[in-house]
């Protein structure tokens, strides 16, 4: 299956000081990035790929999210994903319809330099058109995932990342797509024993952003251990679960 993928490097960085978190200062736009428009909210993206033509989707990196995006999240986890209007612009061109999410994959979080967030949206209606400089805003509001907090069974449990796994639309419901992996501190892996490695877990995950307010906040059900916990011999152990599905929290 032939893909067509448009990849647009950022040329330039914006940095950010005293941002207050309830209301994060506008990004000014930056050449090499996409504009995605969704309910008439704009975020700058990274990346941009086409999928089949019988199969049309979209998949976008985002570094940061906006309050459409995490809406869109929030409806994938409660089983409910609802067309929504959609504008993409870029230098080729600028295509116009309606989209639905089908797929997210999360950022590896605590494990080395900040990742986008993977949004898989499934088009319908789209129409193309050139370019509009006009139609173009100057400034969009976001938020980048830069740490997470966790609890397990309902009880706050250390964590020292999350390696990236991605979740996917099916049967109305958020299925966790293969492994979810835990950095866990190894003097705090207690908690990870109860029950043994069988018994199933409920695993919330809380994303923040650099001020500690929350992104994105989900509940991983019947998550089981892949084996028994062994502490490794360094500061932390690596932990890998299987988990069933997820859902809002």
């Known amino acids: 299956m032939l893909r067509r993928s448009l990849v647009l490097v950022a040329l330039a960085a914006v940095t950010w000081a005293g941002a207050a978190a309830a209301d994060p200062p506008p990004r000014s736009y930056q050449r090499g990035y996409f504009l995605l428009s969704l309910d008439g909210a704009p975020s700058w993206v990274k990346r941009v790929e086409d999928g089949a033509e019988k199969q049309p989707t979209l998949t976008i990196d985002a570094d940061e999210l906006t309050t459409p995006e995490v809406s869109l999240v929030d409806q994938l986890l409660s089983g409910l994903t609802p067309p929504r209007p ?4 870029g230098l080729n061109g600028k295509r116009k ?12 979080v605590g494990l080395g330099a900040p990742a986008p967030v993977q949004l898989v949206l499934a088009t319908e209606g789209v129409t193309k058109s050139l370019f509009s400089a006009e139609d173009t805003p100057t400034t969009a509001r976001g938020r ?22 991605a979740l996917r639309e099916k049967a109305g419901a958020a299925q966790v797509q293969g492994d979810v992996a835990l950095t866990v501190p190894t003097s705090a892996l207690e908690p990870f024993k109860r029950g043994g490695e ?3 877990h409920v ?8 001020q500690q307010a929350r992104v994105l906040a989900m509940e991983l059900v019947g998550c089981r251990l892949r084996g028994p916990v062994k502490p490794s011999g360094s500061p932390t152990t690596r932990l890998a679960l299987e988990c069933t599905s997820a859902r809002k929290r």
Request: glycine share 10%.
């Open 198 to 200: 069988k018994a199933p």
């Open 203 to 210: 695993l919330a995950l809380e994303y923040v952003d650099g």
């Open 144 to 165: 980048a995932i830069a740490g997470v907090r966790a609890s397990l069974d309902g009880a706050p449990v250390a964590l020292s990342g999350v390696e990236a796994f």
């Open 97 to 108: 319809g309606t989209a639905r999410l089908v797929a997210v994959r999360l950022p590896a």
């Open 86 to 89: 959609f504008v993409l612009q």
